[in-house]
Every structure is written in structure tokens, then in C-alpha cells.
């Protein structure tokens, strides 16, 4: 593939020009990532509103769904899955279960706790926003050939595991 001057291209010419005793070439990856980070949310956060979902109950029912019957989960695995602290999980929780989406029902496991489990509204949603969603990513992608792709995935997990060395991934 063709190597298109872009935007990011401008301002490192600028930078080597005022400053050629640095190396910026790091700037254009950088950049080029935030970018396609901001492209990104906006693209996913389009589909989510046609389901009147935002990213973080997307988030939730996505996990609840991918979880397999009976699509329930305790609280502290959806904390765990979605990376998010207990009372932003308790807030999400709440607005699901508003929306008839989610139910939270005791665990048959520990009568103490409880399990939150995905309505059938909330099944329905979300299959369809998934479905939704998956288009979007293959039309984002599209760009690339498929060993583009793979070598994309493969640099980006490498990238990652280098800058999250400390912690779980």
C-alpha cells in the first residue's frame, strides 16, 4: 500500500525542521493511534445510539451475552471483565435494570449474593447491537488486506504487553 502524506506527516516535517536534533518519528505513531482512537469511539458510539446504548452498557451487556447461558454473572465478574470500580458498576447496573435490560436475581451458587442476568429485552438488544457492531468493525477494517490485519493485531498485542509489562492484561 501507497504511503499518503498526511496531516501527521505535516507537523513532523515541522518538528525536524525546528528541531533536528530530536528524533519525532515516535510522534507519528502516537498520533496516528490517538487519531484512529477518537475515529473509533465515534464510529462504535454511532452504531450504540441507534440502540440507545452508550459504550459503557454496551460494555456490560456485550459481556453478559458473550458469557453464555444462563448470560449471568456476579457483580464482581462484570467488575472484573469490564475493568470499572464497584460503584461505577452499581451505576451501570442500576440504569440497565431501569431499562429492563438486566435483572438482578440471587445466586443459586451463594444465597447471600446475587447474580445479574440478562432479560430477555436485554438478550434481544444486544444480539442485534453485536450483530450491528461486528459490521461496523469488518466496514472500519476494510482497508486492509487480511495479513495486514493479522500483522496489525499481532504488533498492536506485542505494543501492549511491552507498555502493560506490570500489570494484568
Known sequence: MENIPD????????????????DVAQMGVIGRVGRLRNRLSAEHERVFKKYDLSPASFDVLATLRRSGPPFALSPSDLIDWTMVTSGTMTNRLDKLEKAGLVTRKRNPDDGRGFVIALTDQGFELIDAAVTDHVANQHRMLEGLSRDEREQLDGLLRKWLAAMNSDSEL
Open 7 to 22: 496531516k501527521i506527516d505535516r507537523i513532523l516535517a515541522q518538528w525536524r525542521r525546528e528541531r533536528p536534533d530530536l
